[in-house]
């Protein structure tokens, strides 16, 4: 190898981050949080019978829930992955809602509402839910009380479902605002990015990277959030990246989907195949050498993380915004066209499905040897694997 090729491993080495770090166990955040993989637990096969069904507009409202009509509120839809933490369900709607929910018998424990809608996923740790609402507040909430603990303005509206880094939260804003704060509020650090942030930041090792609508991925630094290097990704990325020991997958407008090396420059594939150069909107999942995408073509991809490839496609009825999750061998991916799809990993074959009769925004969660899907009509239902 000539010297100077040799100094440019070294470099590229140097600025790589650690590897995917494993996640404790006491934290449950989008898509698993850390490398946000979209990887959960072993779950039993379809058919899967439903446990409980509950209703946000059945919640009762605690007696410090507003008065006034908020101002950031489309409606009860839930657009973001319920989050399962313990024997507790954590569900929040657009008008406000943070519901906690008994595991085994769907039963509400207490209901925190905010004075705008939530739009993002709860992170839960140190015996606290945190998330963003859409007027721009970041709220600490007690998971044993509902009750809340602080709360943090970071000035624009939050879609970004917040992630988790040596016991800190981080998370962005659609004012390209880039937070990390304590789990008592404080501000460690702040950083810019060029536009508005959708998808929650992921963690490996001791970076953050962060895709937003200026098409560029950005790793920074953990401990002070200082730019490590920008990448550009050649069109808006409304999700988040899916990180590997040496690669992350990032789906963007456009119809495309990238694959970038984690320590930073030129992509190492693109797949461009989306039909009619649809945004993929979702966030990707990976396991076992493929990365399963949604998009607004209607349909859901599996790649080859290696190559790019398509190893498969399924087609639905309408878009696919929710991010899919990959449990046991098997693709869980909901659809606007109100289904929920199971499909295998490898081949993508259909091996069962749920209409919800409302469309599905939302990814599902998986836990406890059980499986959460909420939708845009307000409903959440708790599925269990048929017993043998």
């Excluded at 992170?123 to 602080?150: N, P, R, Y």
């Excluded at 490590?228 to 808006?236: H, I, K, P, T």
């Excluded at 991010?323 to 499909?343: C, F």
């Amino acid at each position: 190898m000539k010297w100077w090729a040799l100094l440019g491993v070294l470099v590229l080495c140097a600025a790589a981050p650690s590897p995917p770090t494993t996640q404790p166990a006491t934290i449950a955040a989008f898509h698993g949080g850390g490398g946000l993989l979209g990887q959960a637990e072993p779950i039993g096969g379809p058919p899967m019978p439903v446990r409980w069904t509950f209703s946000v507009r059945d919640s009762e409202p605690p007696s410090t829930a507003p008065t006034t009509e908020p101002e950031h509120v489309a409606s009860i839809e839930i657009q973001a992955q319920p989050i399962i933490a313990g024997q507790t369900v954590y569900v929040a709607d657009g008008a406000g809602g943070l519901h906690a929910l008994d595991l085994a018998s769907g039963k509400q424990r207490w209901a925190y509402h905010a004075a705008d809608g939530f739009e993002t996923s709860p992170l839960v740790m140190e015996g606290c839910v945190f998330l963003g609402d859409l007027g721009g507040i970041f709220h600490a909430v007690s998971t044993e009380t509902g009750k809340q603990l602080w709360t943090f303005d970071a000035g624009n509206t939050i879609h970004s479902s917040a992630n988790w880094i040596d016991g800190d939260i981080v998370f962005g804003t659609d004012g390209a605002d880039i937070y990390c704060l304590s789990t008592k509020g404080k501000q460690i650090w702040h950083a810019k990015a060029g536009d508005r942030i959708n998808g929650a930041p992921a963690v490996a090792g001791n970076a953050v990277f962060v895709s937003g609508c200026d098409a560029q991925l950005r790793a920074l630094n953990g401990a002070d959030g200082s730019e490590r290097y920008v990448s550009d990704l050649g069109a808006l990325a409304p999700g988040s990246p899916a990180v590997l020991a040496d690669r992350m997958v990032i789906g963007t407008d456009e119809g495309r989907v990238v694959c970038m090396p984690i320590g930073g420059g030129k992509p190492i594939w693109e797949f461009d195949g989306v039909e009619e150069h649809a945004m993929v909107y979702a966030s990707p999942a990976v396991a076992d050498g493929v990365a399963v995408i949604g998009a607004r073509d209607r349909k859901v991809y599996g790649l080859d993380v290696a190559t790019g490839a398509v190893k498969w496609s399924f087609v639905t009825r309408a878009d696919v915004d929710a991010s899919p999750l990959i449990s046991s061998g098997r693709v869980y991916a909901a659809s606007r066209d109100k289904h929920l799809y199971v499909l295998d990993l490898q081949s993508g074959k259909l091996l069962w499905d749920f209409n919800a009769g409302r469309p599905i925004a939302a990814g599902v969660a998986i836990g406890e040897d059980v499986l959460i899907l909420a939708d845009t009509g307000g409903i959440v239902r708790c599925f269990e694997p048929a017993k043998p």
